[in-house]
């Protein structure tokens, strides 16, 4: 299947610094990419999706200012964390897919990164 | 909208056992169902997925079939290792939501030797 990854793996901060996680797709194009939060034992939390050349979509709740998303490529994607607290902590994972209209995509995921903020 | 309702855990079994996870789902078209898996510290991996009712996903012993009938994707493997140990959620994908996942809370498996 086609590969996602993630960078970093993992990041500890000071708070009040931002933060950038990269999302590629590895052997694919990317015309849509998810982002999702992920809390200790809960299920995944979709953030925002991301369509290549445009403002990303965010769901209700979450703060547009406080974590940016830039899809400016077909297969790079990327959240930056602004003015971290330690209430950021979290698994952040991102997935991509084709996202070809009205047929099935299959949705790849990226391994996560996890964010500790001090 | 579209949810999905998952059995809740944390499960545990002994090695050999019979594994059931519940899985319901509530959607407005025709969409695609999965299971993932995660691991400890690791991202979500594809388990197995189905894309049409009565289709049956399987993989690594893994089995779920698509009850549209029912609306139900239940994951059930007939003797567990302790290698099964993780996370697993039930999700559901449908093209009229631009391919949004809809996952389930997910159900902690632990498998004792």
């Known amino acids: 299947g086609a590969v996602v990854s993630q960078h970093p793996s993992w990041v500890i901060c000071k708070s009040g610094t931002s933060v950038k996680i990269e999302c590629r797709s590895l052997?694919?194009?990317?015309?849509?990419m998810f982002w999702y939060r992920q809390f200790p034992k809960q299920s995944l939390m979709l953030m925002a999706t991301s369509n290549e050349g445009s403002k990303a979509t965010y769901e209700q709740g979450v703060e547009k200012d406080k974590f940016l998303i830039n899809h400016a490529s077909l297969t790079l994607s990327t959240l930056t964390v602004t003015s971290a607290h330690p209430e950021d902590s979290s698994f952040y994972i991102c997935s991509a897919t084709q996202g070809l209209a009205g047929v099935y995509n299959e949705q790849f995921f990226g391994p996560g990164t996890r964010l500790t903020v001090l | 909208g579209d949810s999905v309702t998952q059995m809740e855990g944390p499960v545990t079994l002994s090695e050999e056992a019979f594994l059931t996870i519940n899985c319901t789902y509530t959607a407005t078209g025709y969409p695609s169902l999965f299971w993932y898996v995660q691991y400890p510290g690791e991202g979500l991996q594809l388990l197995l997925k189905a894309t049409k009712a009565d289709d049956k996903g399987s993989n690594k012993g893994f089995e779920a079939t698509y009850r549209k009938e029912t609306t139900s994707f239940h994951l059930e493997k007939g003797s567990v290792q302790v290698s099964d140990s993780a996370v697993y959620f039930c999700?559901?994908?449908?093209?009229?939501?631009?391919?949004?996942?809809?996952f389930g809370t997910g159900t902690s498996l632990t498998v004792i030797p």
């Open positions: 999700a559901l994908s449908e093209p009229n939501t631009g391919n949004q996942f809809y």
């Open positions: 052997d694919f194009q990317a015309t849509t």
